[in-house]
């Protein structure tokens, strides 16, 4: 299988987190494990959307669901070290876009990992795509 090779331009990040990798993110080989490294971006995520005044789900059942997820690991981490996520859009069709994520390490600026999430809109209720909020795209198309 080829490899997933991931590269984003600088303009494309707009917001920036940090967090500590916990003792509880250390896997078999003492470093931060990849289940950890997912966590942390869906919690970046999280942070992203809260910052911007945007809720999971709106009181019509219309929320962010994840289409998937690709990880390109550029380095280890290790506890107790503080890692900056930087998040951004891109790619926007009719239903959705991509979540990206560049991550350093917060000291030395060392590349740690660059991911993406696809995502749609979707209606939990009636369980089916919907196309984009203008107020979505509005905010968010231009960056």
Not at 81 to 87: A, G, I, K, N, S
Request: overall charge negative; charged content about 25%; aromatic content about 14%.
């Amino acid at each position: 299988m080829a490899r997933i090779k991931l590269s984003f331009p600088d303009n494309a990040f707009y917001f920036e987190t940090k967090m500590p990798v916990r003792i509880t993110d250390i896997n078999g080989a003492n470093h931060l494990g990849n289940d950890a490294l997912i966590s942390m971006l869906s919690e970046a995520r999280a942070q992203f959307l809260v910052n911007y005044g945007v809720q999971e789900a709106d009181k019509d059942g219309v929320g962010i669901i994840v289409t998937d997820l690709a990880t390109m690991y550029q380095s280890e981490s290790f506890f107790p070290e503080m890692l900056r996520f930087e998040v951004g859009l891109m790619d926007f069709n009719k239903y959705g876009g991509d979540f990206v994520f560049r991550v350093t390490k917060a000291e030395s600026g060392q590349p740690v990992a660059l991911a993406k999430y696809g995502f749609v809109f979707f209606n939990y209720q009636r369980k089916s795509v919907v196309p984009m909020p203008e107020s979505f795209r509005a905010r968010f198309g231009d960056e």
